[in-house]
């Protein structure tokens, strides 16, 4: 027989009160669209053919990560049909596991992996109006830095001052309900999806490179200017060596693993549509289509994008390009000096949709948690127009908070250099994140046995070889990245671990709350 649900799944079997089911298959596929182009794409094929030393590692990277993603949301599809109810994946490991389990992921999720995503696409934006606009600049500040202890500090400058003001609006407007949010998505989606598919044929039609096409594709697996890549540790070391793509078959599959955390990080959100899933007019059906065409789509445009890229810049440039600023300098190549504009009203574009769909889809979270009494108890209420406005609000002023914290370098002349705390955060949880997705994917396996008389409108693609495929490909880079990139992702486990206590405070109050009503 199969189990019963969670009580919180019990209560929400019914459409979840004061939800408006707004959001249509096309809506739907705009937000996963949306929340997984943002800036990466411009930007990670430099690390990337930094650490294949090919331009075909460079394109099988970014295919690898095509079948990764699209075979998980392929997966996903099945979780998300099964259970069509606002929060999506701290839904599906909560029910699949424990309530542990899904907090963890939530809390991970809200500390840092949504909200640290936002943040850099904010400053990202704000970056890129400073090429429009150079007054809006990282080091005219409106507060200067202020130390708090010896690696962190407080700042105001323009530039995140206008990352906050972007927040704060998108925020805002998606307060005065879905309808408005899911409007901007699709405007800002499409234009930046145009946008991408007009690099994709300006590089390939418009500004073909015949000495980079040469040299490119008639040495497509040769590899040169490579990076070493060293374990992670130095008890690793005697372990496992330096090692670098041209270093034979475990050089491949190290360089491949490590390549993937730009990749699958540029390609990740495509799970955010899950989020608000009550929102879906409907979800049984249209949450599992959003996914699989959206991801389809992107993936296909990243492919291209990078072909494009190796039409018109050799593998050198790609290597070195400024600031790892690869889609500039492709339009440098091509227009000149304007090419950079046009790069950076694109990015403009392609940075504030993003975060419209990361913003509107994160706060449907911390509803789901606050439900189950595993949050602030403010969050798990909507306003008058239907959406969770006090969960909208925290996480603009958490966001705000990883905008303005710095991180502090003094070298050895004492010169103080300050770097932003969500990048590194950022880096410690795209371990976390690939964890999750695995977990995630083998719940399908653990709910199948659980709940084997249970509703399922949409099977997962391939069940089992896919999704098994999928957690075996997964682990070899979580594998390759604890031993390789292990600073990165032994930080990840900590952020994760730190949930525990947290969680522990929270249920134990929560249980209170309930003996007392």
Known sequence: MAQPAHPAVILSKKDEPGFVRAIGLFDGTMIVVGSMIGSG???????????????????????ITGLLTISAALA??????????????????????????????????????????????????????????????????IIHPISLGSKLAISLSIQQFVGIVMVVLITFLNTLGVRLGKLIQNIFTSAKTLSLLGLILIGVFVGRNHAAIADNFANFWTVRGAVPIEPGANF???WFPTLTAASGFFGLVVAFGVSQVGSLFSADAWNNIGFTAAEVKNPKRDVALSMALGTIVVITLYCLANLAYLFALPLAQIQNAPDDRVATAALNAIFGPVGALIMAGAIIISTFGCNNGLILAGSRVAYAMARDGLFFRATGKLNKKGVPGIALIYQCVWIAVLILLRTKRVDAAGAVTYGNLYSNLLDYVVFAALMFYVLTIVSVFVLRKKRPDAERPYKAFGYPVVPALYVIAASVILFVLLFYRTETAGWS?????????????????SAKTKLNA
């Open 41 to 63: 794409i411009f930007i990670v094929a430099a690390d990337i053919s930094r650490v294949t030393g090919s331009p075909g590692g460079l394109l099988l990277t970014w295919i």
């Open 76 to 141: 996903y599809g099945e979780l998300a049909a099964l259970f069509p109810h606002a929060g999506g994946q701290y839904v599906y490991l909560r029910e699949a596991y424990s309530p542990l389990w899904g907090f963890l992921y939530g809390w991970t999720l809200f500390l840092v992996i949504q909200t640290g995503t936002i943040a850099a696409v904010a400053v990202g934006f704000a970056r890129y109006l400073g090429v429009l606009f150079p007054s809006i600049s990282p080091t005219t500040w």
């Open 236 to 238: 690793f070391q005697g």
């Open 493 to 509: 486990l900590v952020i994760v671990l730190l949930g525990l206590p947290v969680y522990w405070l929270w249920s134990r109050q």
